[in-house]
């Protein structure tokens, strides 16, 4: 007679469509199936936020894993292991009996685990004459290679979206920082807010919109919250930094014009007579005599010359 696994909980427990839903699947794992145990419990680990499981029912499964003798989990083998509950209460760190049947309820409703009661509620394995394990009852693995797939899709959405999360809050970091190191300067300087009767009218009311945008971000927020947030701080950052460089730009415009104004000024023709005062006592008529007197010499004109 081929023993008959059982698929009801023992005592008071009720069974849901989901057990039942999890039984179907679990009896469908394709033999060939084969998953590394820790890597998938690192997997659920990261998709913990959308399974619906506590920390310290992931504690349990660990605890659950360790009683496994392999680390491969495959489809084709038996993957119940029956450990009581003060041994399993020790290898979870101690855990109290009651969190620990609590925590156990949660891995079951969660998918990751089914339960295979005996009779009489007890977790134990009956053996054959060779000494192989014919018939286990306490906690079934088989959810964990089965919806590896699916453990793995729910984890690298996770961190695709913690990664979102991240980069979009770097930028509104950085953005904060711009905005108001900008505003000191310019009112340190005194750049002007308006350029043709349009813009704020002080950078005090610049910095009154920054801080409304500011105090507008929630502390616990989504990225889809914190997209448009990082948008206007962004637009507002541009702004500001574009009035910085049209002050910039009016800057070096004056100070060429300033410059050109000196140059022309500079250039007198008759400065050549200001700055040799000699000439103007006699010594360009002693040079033309000289150069008189050096026209009229003939022959060779000597080295020194």
Known sequence: MEPYQSTTPFGRRSLTLAH??????????????????????RTICT??????????????????????????LSGEDDLVVFPSNHQLALRAHGMPASTLRRHLAALVDAGLIIRRDSPNGKRYARKGRS???????????????????????????????ARALKLVR?????????IAKMISTGIEEGVPTRR?????????????????IVEAIPRTATCAELEPIAETLSQLADDILSLLKNHIKA????????????HIQNSNPDSFIELEPGLREGGGRGRSQNNKRRGCRKGPIPLDL
């Open 131 to 161: 000494g192989e394990i014919e018939l286990a009852f306490g906690f079934e693995l088989s959810p964990l290679v089965v919806r590896a797939g699916e453990f793995e899709s729910l984890a690298s959405a996770i961190e695709a979206e």
């Open 47 to 72: 998709a913990r936020p959308r399974l619906g499981v506590s920390e310290r029912a992931l504690s349990v499964l660990n605890a659950l894993l360790t009683f496994h003798p392999e680390t491969a």
């Open 251 to 262: 800057e070096n415009l004056s100070a060429n014009e300033s410059h050109s104004g000196r």
């Open 196 to 212: 043709a009767g349009q813009g704020p009218t002080d950078w005090h009311e610049v910095h009154k919109g920054f801080r409304a």
């Open 20 to 41: 039942v839903a999890t039984q179907v699947a679990a009896s469908s794992r394709p033999p060939e199936r084969i998953v590394h145990k820790w890597q998938i419990f």
């Open 170 to 178: 770097e930028r509104i970091t950085i953005c904060r920082r711009d």
